[in-house]
């Protein structure tokens, strides 16, 4: 299936999912870069400015292939940083401030595990060329999953601070952690032309079923059932808001500007 | 009972101040004997300085090519990335043309 | 039964060790002398060699400030990362300070196998009792100090490092041959930055000239004052192999014209190559400046040491709590 044989309402369902998922890493890259520089160990300041690089180079990839369906003369740039704060459509997990090493891990670990979950769920989708980039990006995101389950555990197993900090973060952040894989509208859409292979009630559940025994082996909490569905990603926080006015400071000086 | 032999891997460095490279391996049952043989085999012809032996079991190995080789564009970390030929010319020629004007 | 690994060597001790004042039978002066004739010939130290107590201090020294500058000179473009106009910006100036980092990294780990634990090094730092390069000490303004940065700075560093590729400390001397080669992309996105600027909207070109101007005077500084060869402890020892004057003429000679050609100007109107020396003249640089800048007195100095201790403090957990502990019982 190619751009040209969606069907207008798969169209616009997969423009929606696009947005969400380049919109998740995009944030996500903005929030993890912030350790540039500044990571607990020299080592591991490296390793997070690859992490924040690698989801920075999927969200421009995934606007790319959006800006090739919208075909409105927008490229991935355009529609990255040319809109309103309102106008995002990341999930609410994202839309915490970046807080200290056990929250970015936190995060880092609720979002990777359900991201996984979603680009699983695209690996074989009707629609080529989204198929084709998630091939490549589950690749790229192995990495990310073996980094972030290696510290989930070394913070979940050193008692004192790093556990209780820990666990403070998945406090915060679990009444949010199932907005990742929150039902888009007309997702059905994308379900019936094969897009996706699940409905993302299914998907919930296979994200449940693959982080169950780990969070039980490290005597961690499972994160709740969403709530709010329908506000999964819009309605976004004034962290969120302010991270966005910084980051299209620069830009939006001179709009007609080349860069 | 004979004691196993296992491998270890050679490191040579060929001059003073150059780095240390992998040369290959030697089997032995002991650090001792193993820097007896990395000599016989990288250090008999003197073109060797110094030899490190490793055990082989010893070592970490990373060789993932979703890990090492990841798919996506880079090139922004490389100097083929940046291609300022075209850029360079026109801000050039707006230098002659200003200074021309003055 | 004796160890056959502790019988004496056959060989006369001045011919037995590789290098005579590895020899720990000869005097501590029959072992200076060798050591300095052999760093003098052009001869390599590994960290593993006997070294006078003032060479280790020395290297010590000389390579805890360059990794401290690496540390430090993460900060003035850090501010930016968030506020890069585009991917591609953001990316590279991510990737460029990722680089920085980790050449702080190399650098410490080179430093720390003279004998300096890299917690003392950054406690030392935070404190103001090591020093680090000038240009670290000043804020940044506007996106074209991005450019400004990326692309001299790192090119007036680079003209040093490219000479360090031959220091006597052959642990040093290897590093620097990957960080300069790092360097050269970073060289790059500067100069691409700078020419996208000048090829730009008024505003742009208005931007980029300010930050050069403003720059100018902390680069003219940054290889500091020239200073007589037979003097120079570290040409001495040949930790480093050129002057400070050898560099920063290498520098001008380089990277001046490469600004003019782009009809951007600089503030000094001595500024230029004399035909009959062929050295480049330019005003005496305020060396009072550079040295109110580098004994932490600079307009950024402290916020900027002050922004270290504070993460420093605040992460203390994770390095006390994690990362010092004991290997997990997985």
């Known amino acids: 299936m190619t751009a040209a044989e969606l069907l207008p309402a798969t169209r616009a369902a997969v423009e929606l999912l696009l947005l969400a998922m380049a919109d998740d890493e995009l944030v996500i890259g903005w929030s993890d870069s912030e350790w540039t520089g500044i990571a607990p160990l020299l080592e591991e300041d490296v390793a997070m400015s690859s992490l924040a690089q690698d989801e920075l180079g999927h969200a421009r990839a995934l606007y790319e292939l959006l800006a090739g369906l919208v075909d409105d003369d927008r490229d991935a740039d355009a529609i990255a940083y040319d809109r309103p704060p309102e106008g995002h459509f990341h999930a609410r997990l994202l839309d915490h401030p970046t807080g200290d090493w056990a929250a970015t891990i936190a995060r880092r670990y609720l979002y990777e595990t359900a991201d996984a979950v979603r680009l699983e769920a695209l690996a074989r989708s009707a629609w080529r060329p989204l198929a084709e980039l998630v091939a490549k990006i589950r690749r790229e995101e192995r990495y990310h999953l073996l980094h972030v389950s290696t510290w989930l555990q070394r913070l979940a197993s050193a008692e004192g601070e790093p556990r209780r900090r820990l666990l403070a973060a998945l406090e915060d952040l679990g009444p949010d952690a199932a907005s990742v894989l929150a039902p888009l509208p007309n997702e059905l859409a994308l379900e019936m032309a094969g897009v996706v292979d699940a409905p993302s009630a299914t998907l919930d559940g296979r994200w449940r079923a693959a982080i169950g025994p780990t969070l039980e082996r490290l005597r961690l909490p499972m994160p709740g059932p969403l709530v709010e569905a329908l506000s999964a990603r819009s309605d976004h926080s004034d962290a969120f808001r302010s991270l966005w006015s910084e980051v299209t400071s620069v830009r939006s000086s001179d709009p007609a500007a080349t860069w | 009972m004979t004691p196993a032999l296992e491998p270890y891997e050679v490191f040579r460095q060929e001059k003073e101040g150059d780095p240390m490279r992998h040369g290959g391996s030697v089997m032995a049952p002991d650090p001792a004997l193993a820097l007896d043989y990395a000599r016989e085999l990288f250090g008999r012809r003197q073109e060797s300085v110094r030899l490190w032996i490793v055990r082989r079991a010893d070592i970490a190995v990373l060789e993932d090519p979703d890990l090492l080789q990841p798919p996506l564009d880079r090139s922004f970390k490389k100097p083929g990335g940046y291609v300022m030929r075209d850029k360079l010319a026109a801000a050039r020629e707006r230098a002659a043309t200003e200074q021309a004007g003055e | ?330």
């Open chain 3, 1 to 330: 039964m004796t160890d056959p690994r502790a019988l004496d060597p056959v060989l006369p001790e001045q011919e037995r060790a590789a290098f005579r004042f590895n020899d720990a039978a000869l005097s501590h002066d029959a072992r200076y002398d060798a050591f300095v004739e052999h760093v003098q010939g052009g001869g390599k130290v590994e960290s593993t060699d006997w070294m006078p107590d003032e060479y280790r201090q020395s290297v010590l020294r000389f390579v805890e400030m360059h990794a401290n500058s690496e540390l430090m000179g993460v900060l003035p473009e850090r501010d930016w990362i968030l506020r890069a106009p585009t991917l591609r910006r953001k990316l590279a100036l991510t990737a460029k300070i990722q680089d920085e980092v980790g050449h702080a990294q190399l650098l410490y780990r080179v430093a720390e196998d003279l004998g300096k634990p890299r917690e003392a090094m950054i406690e030392d730092l935070l404190a103001g009792k090591t020093k680090f390069h000038n240009v670290f000490h000043y804020p940044t303004r506007t996106w074209a100090d991005v450019g400004v940065i990326a692309w001299l700075v790192d090119a007036a560093a680079i003209v040093a490092q490219q000479a360090l590729r031959d220091s006597s400390y052959a642990p040093y001397a290897r590093t620097m041959r990957k960080i300069c080669w790092e360097e050269s992309v970073h060289i790059m996105h500067g100069r691409d930055v700078v020419v996208t600027l000048a090829t730009g909207t008024p505003g742009q070109r208005a931007m980029l000239q300010e930050a050069l101007t403003r720059w100018w005077p902390p680069l003219m500084q940054m290889h500091g004052p020239r200073s007589p060869r037979e003097k120079d402890r570290d040409l001495f020892w040949r930790i480093k192999a050129k002057t400070s004057e050898e560099l920063r003429q290498e520098f001008l000679s380089i990277y001046v014209p490469r600004v003019w050609e782009l009809g951007l100007t600089l503030p000094d109107p001595r500024l230029g190559l004399d035909p009959a020396t062929g050295e480049w003249r330019y005003t005496e640089p305020d060396w009072d400046e550079l040295r109110t800048v580098v004994t932490g007195h600079g307009p950024a100095s402290q916020e900027r040491l002050g922004f270290r201790r504070l993460n420093w403090a605040e992460q203390a957990w994770v390095r006390d709590g994690v990362l010092g502990s004991p290997p997990l019982a997985a």
